[in-house]
């Protein structure tokens, strides 16, 4: 489904260096597999993760989704993307401050296929936050605002969810407790995961773990 | 998308309560402004010089045709001087004049101004309908008729008596010593006459201290004694003519080229169209005033709206990430400066009903004259519009900023 072939992006530094970020030769990622992405910090996975969903166009390289090449398209269609294929979990939620939990599932539904309020309430309900759906961001747990991103990242039933760190604003017990149910929902819904993190305990939950310094052969080097 | 895009401009208005009150209250006074300087002053010459007054052209002591105009149509301002009686009887004989009434000013009832004039002035039922059991005033007698305003605020009715004062300012220590009766109240005409004192000219001639010069001597009229019509003086003759334009043209050819002692106002709308065409540099620096406001209101909207791009970064970048395009975000921005705009241009017609209906309070105070509060003008559309084209505008910049936000960058944080 996914396929990364000589993908290269690099940044200015403040003094005028260019940094390379990312020289991946190959990755690969199959239709409602769960892959976990080891990485130290600053070692670029949120870059990697920006470019899969189409946020940052790589410098060189193809990003490949069903054999198109997000690489190639314009910023446009890949915002367009983004929004029907790609549900995208952040470390620190990113919810929308000035909106309910519902509204936050709703919003990024219009922005894809359309809003439908049944399947929010559904997913919400799912996470347990049925009776959480007027709530704004910050009246809910942590816990609980991660259960509204993870719900807000599936709302558009996507075939790919990026998760940056899904569990590093978790308390340790409810860290394995949440990634149990991104994995477990991924699953359910039909979408591959692709999670990023630099905590070794999780590699222990995934069939297929990666490190960034590993595909990172360019960088290494 | 739409939905999304209300989403966002709801919510961004109601966080930013205080800031959207405060420039959609800007927009409304900028908006109100503009439409009340272009609605009141159309309708004021309107209301001056467009109303039909049931006469065509007023005849009076040489001077100025304006002062004639507001003094006899609208009872504003001094009479520029009198005529001998002799002038008012060859237009009343005259066959070229339809009506011919006489006025003869020079005293106020508690502020009022009292007219002298004939009860044939009183012929045209459209202006002047009496109430209950009110009747015209008897030529011979101390009677009075009183315009509503008067009746109303000075709280006289059928068989109030009054004393007249000397002068068109009140003051009791020139109080006449006749007395006279009212005999009738007139119901509200929304016009000028509804300030005034009506009796008969007889009485002014009368009036005790009035010196009459007609025949260019002084005289002072005698109780019991007729007034021979060589000593009678009017202050303006109201004309209505037969014939129409061609012989008012004639008439004014006739007094205001070829005599001296004399000048004809026709038509009477014209004078006050060129006082008001005179005002036009006062209505202009009140139109550039409106402007100014509406340009402030739209720089409020800019800077309120480009003061919270900085903290909105981030809700761009996660609406961008969240699959929102560019142009939706560009929209949003604009969308929201647009719905600030036109809440202040909808609130307008509020400021504006409240400055003309307060304007025309006055105006009809001071004057009588009544200003249409809801007649059309084309600012009434025009500047809403521009309101809300200048909100747009004013948006484009703040909205630009957020086109221009760098996703990756405001999705911190980064690892």
């Keep these: 489904m996914l396929e990364v072939l000589d993908l290269k992006k690099a940044y200015r530094s403040p003094d005028g260096e260019e940094q390379v970020v990312l020289d991946i030769p190959r990755f690969a990622l199959g239709a409602k597999e769960q892959v976990a992405l080891m990485g130290t910090s600053g070692s670029g996975k949120t870059t990697l993760l920006n470019v899969i969903a189409g946020i940052l166009r790589p410098d060189s390289g193809k990003v490949l989704f069903e054999g198109e090449d997000l690489a190639a398209l314009s910023e446009s269609a890949r915002d367009k993307h983004r929004a029907r294929n790609v549900g995208y979990v952040f470390q620190t939620f990113n919810l929308l401050q000035g909106y309910t939990a519902l509204d936050n599932v709703l919003l990024g539904m219009m922005f894809g296929p359309g809003a439908d309020r049944a399947f929010a309430k559904e997913l919400l309900d799912e996470l347990g936050l049925g009776d959480r759906l007027k709530y704004r961001p910050s009246q809910l747990s942590v816990g609980q605002q991660q259960r509204v991103a993870l719900a807000r990242a599936l709302a558009n039933r996507p075939k790919l969810v990026l998760a940056d760190e899904p569990t590093g604003n978790l308390d340790p017990r409810y860290a394995q407790e949440a990634l149990e149910l991104i994995q477990r929902l991924c699953a359910e819904h039909d979408a591959a995961l692709l999670l990023v993190s630099h905590d070794e305990k999780v590699l222990a939950r995934f069939e297929r773990s990666e490190t960034l310094e590993d595909l990172n052969a360019g960088v290494r080097a | 998308m739409i939905g999304g895009l209300a989403m966002i401009v709801g919510r961004s208005l109601r966080q930013h309560a205080l800031s ?3 420039t959609v209250a800007s927009a409304a006074l900028g908006s109100g402004l503009v439409m009340a300087v272009f609605a009141v002053s159309e309708q004021s010459k309107e209301a001056f010089s467009g109303g039909p007054v049931g006469f065509d052209a007023v005849l009076g002591a040489r001077g100025s045709e304006l002062q004639l105009v507001l003094n006899t149509v609208f009872h504003l301002e001094t009479s520029p001087g009198n005529l001998p009686w002799e002038k008012y009887v060859a237009m009343k004989e005259d066959r070229r004049v339809e009506r011919a009434i006489p006025y003869a000013v020079g005293d106020n009832l508690e502020g009022f101004r009292i007219v002298g004039t004939t009860a044939e002035l009183f012929e045209d039922a459209e202006r002047f309908r009496l109430v209950g059991d009110s009747r015209l005033f008897d030529p011979e007698r101390r009677e009075a008729l009183l315009g509503s305003t008067v009746a109303r605020e000075l709280g006289l009715r059928i068989g109030s008596r009054v004393h007249p004062s000397h002068g068109l300012e009140h003051n009791e220590h020139h109080d006449h010593d006749e007395e006279y009766v009212i005999v009738g109240v007139f119901e509200p005409s929304n016009s000028p006459n509804d300030r005034v004192v009506w009796i008969p000219i007889e009485g002014i001639f009368r009036m005790g201290g009035h010196v009459l010069r007609g025949s260019g001597e002084h005289y002072e009229a005698k109780p019991g004694e007729e007034i021979e019509d060589e000593h009678k003086e009017v202050s303006a003759v109201l004309l209505k003519f037969r014939g129409g334009n061609r012989t008012g043209q004639t008439f004014s050819n006739q007094i205001n080229l070829e005599e001296k002692d004399a000048t004809l106002a026709w038509p009477i709308g014209k004078s006050m169209a060129e006082l008001f065409n005179k005002l036009g540099w006062v209505n202009r620096i009140l139109e550039v005033v409106a402007y100014l406001v ?122």
């Design chain 2, 20 to 22: 959207t009150v405060v």
């Design chain 2, 294 to 415: 509406v340009a402030v209101a739209a720089g409020s909207i800019l800077a309120s709206l480009y003061n919270t791009m900085n903290e909105r970064r981030r809700e761009f970048a996660i609406l961008r990430a969240l699959g929102a395009r560019r142009r939706t975000v560009f929209s949003a921005i604009v969308v929201e400066a647009g719905t600030i705009a036109a809440l202040g241009a909808a609130l307008g017609f509020a400021v504006y009903y409240g400055i003309l209906l307060a304007a025309a309070a006055v105006v009809q105070r001071q004057t009588g004259v009544v200003l249409e509060a809801g007649a059309w003008h084309p600012a009434l559309a025009l500047t809403p519009a521009g309101m809300l084209a200048m909100g747009v505008l004013a948006g484009c910049l703040p909205a630009y900023k957020a086109y221009a936000t760098d996703v990756a960058a405001n999705l911190v944080p980064t690892s």
